[in-house]
Structure formats: C-alpha cells, structure tokens
C-alpha cells in the first residue's frame, strides 16, 4: 500500500506569512493527488486537485505543486480564514489514504 | 446547489449492524462516483470506501473489507453503507463526498455533513 507523510503535523503561523505544507508518497503517484481544508466542526473541502489545480472559487494565495513522490501545498499570504487542517489525498492506487494532516494555527 | 445529507448513524452495541445512507441531489447522481470517508472526533480523515458510477469497481480499506458493503440506486439518487459486525474502532463520523468524476480515482469536490455512528455497549 502506497504511505503518505505529511510535515509539519502541526504549524504556528500568523497573518501574511507564507506557509509550506508538504506530502511525500512512498511511490510514484504520478499527479493523483488532492489537498483538502478542514475547520473544526466542518466538512472538508476540495482546494486543489490533481496535484496543482485549484478548485473553482478558491482563492488564488493557495496553490500546489509536485508529482511523483513530493507534492507540496503552499499558502502565500495566510490570512484569518485559513486557520485550520489540512489534508492530502492519494487517488492512483487503493486504499485512498489521506495524509495525517497539518493543523495550522495563529501564531 | 449541490447537496449530500447522510443519514442513518446512532448508537448501536458492538458485533451490531447499522445501514448508512447519503441522499444526493444537484447534480447528475448517476454520472459520478461517489465514497465514504470517516473521522473520530478530534482525529484525521480515514476513507472507507469507494464506488463508481455504474457499481462496477469497489474499493475498500483493509479495516472494513468483508464487513462493510458500499452499494448505490442511481434511481433513487442515493449511496449506502451496510456496516456489519460492527467494532469500537468503527465509532467515529461518517462523511459522503462526490467524486470529481464517473471513476473512483478522482478527488472528492463535495462532502456531507456526516452522520455519528457510535458503538458502545
């Protein structure tokens, strides 16, 4: 089964920072790679998708870049809203495992 | 608008069954895959399990394969979970999220609210 590993499990940051979340695969999993945002007591919601496409109506500071086995999520200017846990998802091979997720909080 | 409502959770004694459903409306039921994904409380996202448009590929993680059973009535717009045998390390909130597209290796574009299942004698 394909592992994702995603650093840091926990960030502080805060207002207009640039943050870096990063997802590694144990193999090649080619683009097949989505990234999700959680606030507490919500559902997940879709950011980017095939590794580096943004979702319709997210905001351009987030994007995401990569393929093979390293994939990275970056935010470039946090701001209050994006306060929250993020997630990736490998979708090449079953099981379609997320990442164990980055919370990110004000620093 | 499209929308997920899950329902079917509660409390229900270990080695039990439960039957989840999730009602879709907005959107082409029968065009998309669609999965299960749960969360305990406090913890991160597990997927469960997976179903293409027409039923005809089915995935599952290990830790459900061979009691749980995913299945959809495209007439009816709607995607179940039966649960069987039912453990304590099942307990948690089980969300349905839409495939992003008719197989079941695309990413999840909308998500339910999640329905509570709880197992406890």
């Known amino acids: 089964d394909i592992q994702l590993t995603q650093s840091p499990s926990f960030l502080s940051a805060s207002v207009g920072d640039r943050v870096t979340i990063t997802c590694r695969a144990s193999q090649d999993i080619s683009s097949y790679l989505a990234w999700y945002q959680q606030k507490p007591g919500k559902a997940p919601k879709l950011l980017i998708y095939?590794?580096?496409t943004l979702q319709s109506g997210v905001p351009s500071r987030f994007s995401g870049s990569g393929s093979g086995t390293e994939f990275t999520l970056i935010i470039s200017s946090l701001q209050p809203e994006d306060f929250a846990t993020y997630y990736c998802?490998?979708?090449?091979?079953?099981?379609?495992?997320f990442g164990g997720g980055t919370k990110v909080e004000i620093k | 608008e499209v929308q997920l409502v899950e329902s079917g959770g509660g409390l229900v004694q270990p080695g039990r069954s439960l039957r989840l459903s999730c009602a879709a409306s907005?959107?082409?039921?029968?065009?998309?895959?669609m999965h299960w994904v749960r969360q305990i409380p406090g913890k991160g996202l597990e997927w469960v399990s997976s179903?293409?448009?027409?039923?005809?590929?089915?995935g599952y993680a290990d830790s459900v394969k061979g009691r749980f059973t995913v299945s959809r009535d495209n007439a009816k717009n709607s995607l179940f979970l039966q649960m069987n045998s039912l453990r304590a390390e099942d307990m948690a909130l089980y969300y349905c999220?839409?495939?992003?597209?008719?197989?079941?290796?695309?990413?999840?574009?909308?998500w339910g609210l999640g329905t509570l299942v709880t197992v406890s004698s």
């Open positions: 999220a839409k495939g992003g597209g008719s197989s079941t290796y695309y990413y999840y574009d909308y």
């Open positions: 998802q490998q979708l090449k091979n079953y099981p379609l495992i």
């Open positions: 907005g959107f082409i039921f029968d065009d998309y895959a």
């Open positions: 095939a590794a580096s």
């Open positions: 179903i293409s448009w027409n039923s005809g590929a089915i």
